[in-house]
T-cell receptor
């Protein structure tokens, strides 16, 4: 099983749709989790951290399920500008030393 | 908004040559990272750096690679004797804290080995 797995997509949705992505991880000792977005040939940009209690930032909601070892990202009311690749990042480690593992990303295309 | 800057944006080098990729992290950040992304593939962690020493490194970061913080602002990645398979986008990142805190990425250096 890969360390961090994502459905590559693409997810092709109309504007205004709600779309959800999952990301599974294999290492139960993983400590912190993030979603980044990456536009074509650009750098990853932090979208949000993922907390055990779940967190919401505007149209975006992230959830962590430690028992089943997955994180999710929900995007409501999709905009054309949400078209990008969404990267799941899982950190494993202790103290101040962590090793981040990226998923391959899920491609989202929002069309008019 | 402060940002991580990387130079050059594109580096073309003959196989076997040495390259140095440069990064200026966000000024009050203490933790620095290098990643690479081969075209069409995932972002891969290379190394993390804190307090003037390597904190963690991946299997990719072998003796061919080294990092340095030569002064108070720059953070460099040196690749000795480059190989064709080193062709990739190299991203530098920094964070204010360690412990798996969010990182801010530079816009990358595209390295092409001929």
């Amino acid at each position: 099983r890969k360390e961090v797995e994502q459905d590559p997509g693409p997810f092709n949705v109309p504007e205004g749709a709600t779309v959800a992505f999952n990301c599974t991880y294999s290492n139960s000792a993983s400590q912190s989790f993030f979603w980044y977005r990456q536009d074509c040939r650009k750098e990853p940009k932090l979208l949000m951290s993922v907390y055990s209690s779940g967190n919401e930032d505007g149209r975006f909601t992230a959830q962590l399920n430690r028992a089943s070892q997955y994180i999710s990202l929900l995007i409501r009311d999709s905009k054309l500008s949400d078209s990008a690749t969404y990267l799941c990042v899982v950190n494993k480690g202790t103290g101040g030393s962590y090793i981040p593992t990226f998923g391959r990303g899920t491609s989202l295309i929002v069309h008019p | 908004e402060p940002e991580v800057t990387q130079t050059p944006s594109h580096q073309v080098t003959q196989m076997g040559q040495e390259v140095i990729l440069r990064c200026v992290p966000i000024s009050n950040h203490l933790y620095f990272y290098w990643y690479r992304q081969i075209l069409g593939q995932k972002v891969e962690f290379l190394v993390s750096f804190y307090n003037n020493e390597i904190s963690e490194k991946s299997e990719i970061f072998d003796d061919q690679f080294s990092v340095e913080r030569p002064d108070g602002s720059n953070f460099t990645l040196k690749i000795r004797s480059t190989k064709l398979e080193d062709s990739a986008m190299y991203f530098c990142a920094s964070s204010a804290q360690g412990g798996g805190q969010p990182q801010h990425f530079g816009d990358g250096t595209r390295l092409s080995i001929l």
